[in-house]
T-cell receptor, first 110, second 114 residues
Framework: DAKTTQPTSMDCAEGRAANLPCNHS???????VYWYRQIHSQGPQYIIH???NNETNEMASLIITEDRKSSTLILPHATLRDTAVYYC???????????FGTGTRLQVTL | DTAVSQTPKYLVTQMGNDKSIKCEQN?????MYWYKQDSKKFLKIMFS???????INETVPNRFSPKSPDKAHLNLHINSLELGDSAVYFC?????????????FGPGTRLTVL
């Protein structure tokens, strides 16, 4: 699975949009981009995934560049409860492992 | 109505003991996983079972033995516990199919070996 690069940490004011970038320049054509987050001491929580097109669900939006070498997770209105470590993962196949990197620690502040 | 549950939540034990962690999912998924998160917060796959068959085994000491009595359960048995086994262990499950599967994680079991 392709390697991903994320900033170590980011801050965001509550109520503002949080934009979390991820580079995956070696992504292959059949690999998906997944985003998970881990709130302190809890199990990782699935957020969203995509292949080529932009995706949106009740939690977030995922913007994937046309060349698929990078993506951005957008939390439209960040709250204090969104403070967590966010992991961008590139993965192919089904029933395959998730390879977690170091992620981005997002701190949402008042 | 917890989707993926683990017991116990905390486990404190002495070196050399044998212990088990249980995982159950009520999502009807056919694949289950064990991940380990160490003190540096790195989260790594250990095992994966699909329909009770082992499909991923990531360089884990053979003191760790997963057991899947049925599709809804994947237990982790650890023999001769060592200090380095102290970590948080997460169980996950997913449903395989034609498209990509999404893994859903349990709350974790914090194992402390003294």
């Amino acid at each position: 699975d392709a390697k991903t690069t994320q900033p170590t940490s980011m801050d965001c004011a509550e109520g503002r949009a949080a934009n979390l970038p991820c580079n995956h320049s070696t992504i292959s054509g059949n690999e998906y981009v997944y985003w998970y987050r881990q709130i302190h001491s809890q199990g990782p929580q699935y957020i969203i995934h995509g292949l080529k097109n932009n995706e949106t669900n009740e939690m977030a939006s995922l913007i994937i560049t046309e060349d698929r070498k990078s993506s951005t997770l957008i939390l439209p209105h960040a709250t204090l409860r969104d403070t967590a470590v966010y992991y961008c993962i590139v993965r192919s196949g089904t029933a395959s492992k998730l390879t977690f990197g170091t992620g981005t620690r997002l701190q949402v502040t008042l | 109505d917890t989707a993926v549950s683990q017991t116990p939540k905390y486990l404190v034990t002495q070196m050399g003991n044998d212990k088990s962690i249980k995982c159950e999912q009520n999502l009807g998924h056919d694949t289950m996983y064990w991940y380990k998160q160490d003190s540096k917060k790195f989260l790594k796959i250990m095992f994966s079972y699909n329909n009770k068959e082992l499909i991923i085994n990531e360089t884990v000491p053979n003191r760790f033995s997963p057991k899947s009595p049925d599709k809804a359960h994947l237990n982790l048995h650890i023999n001769s516990l060592e200090l380095g086994d102290s970590a948080v262990y997460f169980c996950a499950s997913s449903q395989t199919g034609q498209g990509p599967d999404t893994q859903y994680f349990g709350p974790g079991t914090r194992l402390t070996v003294l």
